[in-house]
């Protein structure tokens, strides 16, 4: 089975741009969530979708936002990118009941604003 | 406010045992999580506690105590390819929103 799929895996933007990252979680899994990760630090709670509607969101800006669709992949969008985007964006998926406690990662998207 | 708190960096020579802390302190509490990161790689789940006491799994336990706001990751016979970072976690509002601590650096020497 294949694990958490993101896209793209390195990204470099300027100033201003915007950028959409996506996200395809485990076959079966039915809640995305999104991280956002400084170098040095621990990821940090951006939005979590689940059946297609946001549960949760973070302390991000609504320079943020993000969509999830009927096959359970997602989208997070960034506008107006600041140069305090750069980090490392981690998309994990999860799946119901017994297993909801376990987060499992894809491998991120290095973005990087100049 | 919610915050979990570790050590930034925990040194130890291959084969010996290393126990990283984490503190926290929460509005609600759900279970507390550890997860490994590799320097470049994506966090990977290690275990899950949501009930006071050590939970065991191959060579890494993770330890509990709810009435400490306390938990604690512990590594036996290290290996080299422990070298990482560990993160612990814990959900909040029982919703998936998890909170990661700011992370231990593990160094295992040779």
């Given at each position: 089975?294949?694990?958490?799929?993101?896209?793209?895996t390195?990204?470099?933007?300027?100033?201003?741009?915007?950028?959409?990252?996506?996200?395809?979680?485990?076959?079966?899994?039915?809640?995305?969530?999104w991280y956002?990760?400084?170098?040095?630090?621990?990821?940090?709670?951006?939005f979590?979708?689940y059946?297609?509607?946001?549960?949760?969101?973070g302390?991000?800006?609504?320079?943020?936002?993000?969509?999830q669709?009927?096959n359970?992949?997602?989208?997070?969008?960034?506008?107006?990118?600041?140069?305090?985007?750069?980090?490392?964006?981690l998309?994990a998926?999860?799946?119901t009941?017994?297993g909801?406690?376990?987060?499992?990662?894809?491998?991120?998207?290095?973005?990087?604003?100049? | 406010?919610?915050?979990?708190?570790?050590?930034?960096?925990?040194?130890?020579?291959?084969?010996?045992?290393?126990?990283?802390?984490?503190?926290?302190?929460?509005s609600?509490?759900?279970?507390?999580?550890?997860?490994q990161?590799?320097?470049?790689?994506?966090?990977?789940?290690?275990?899950y506690?949501?009930?006071?006491?050590l939970e065991?799994?191959?060579?890494?336990?993770?330890?509990?105590?709810?009435?400490?706001?306390?938990?604690?990751?512990l590594?036996?016979e290290?290996?080299?390819?422990?070298?990482?970072?560990?993160?612990?976690?814990?959900?909040t509002?029982?919703?998936?929103?998890?909170?990661?601590?700011?992370?231990?650096?593990l160094?295992?020497?040779?």
């Amino acid at each position: 089975d294949a694990g958490v799929t993101q896209s793209p895996t390195h990204l470099i933007k300027t100033r201003g741009q915007h950028v959409t990252l996506r996200c395809s979680p485990i076959s079966g899994h039915k809640s995305v969530s999104w991280y956002q990760q400084v170098l040095g630090q621990g990821p940090q709670f951006i939005f979590q979708y689940y059946e297609k509607e946001e549960r949760g969101r973070g302390n991000f800006p609504d320079r943020f936002s993000a969509r999830q669709f009927p096959n359970y992949s997602s989208e997070l969008n960034v506008n107006a990118l600041l140069l305090g985007d750069s980090a490392l964006y981690l998309c994990a998926s999860s799946s119901t009941g017994l297993g909801a406690n376990v987060l499992t990662f894809g491998a991120g998207s290095r973005l990087t604003v100049l | 406010g919610q915050s979990l708190e570790q050590p930034s960096e925990v040194t130890a020579v291959e084969g010996a045992i290393v126990q990283i802390n984490c503190t926290y302190q929460t509005s609600g509490f759900y279970g507390l999580s550890w997860y490994q990161q590799h320097d470049g790689g994506a966090p990977t789940f290690l275990s899950y506690n949501a009930l006071d006491g050590l939970e065991e799994t191959g060579r890494f336990s993770s330890f509990l105590s709810r009435s400490d706001s306390y938990g604690y990751l512990l590594l036996q016979e290290l290996q080299m390819k422990d070298s990482a970072s560990y993160f612990c976690a814990v959900p909040t509002s029982g919703t998936y929103k998890y909170i990661f601590g700011t992370g231990t650096r593990l160094k295992v020497l040779a």
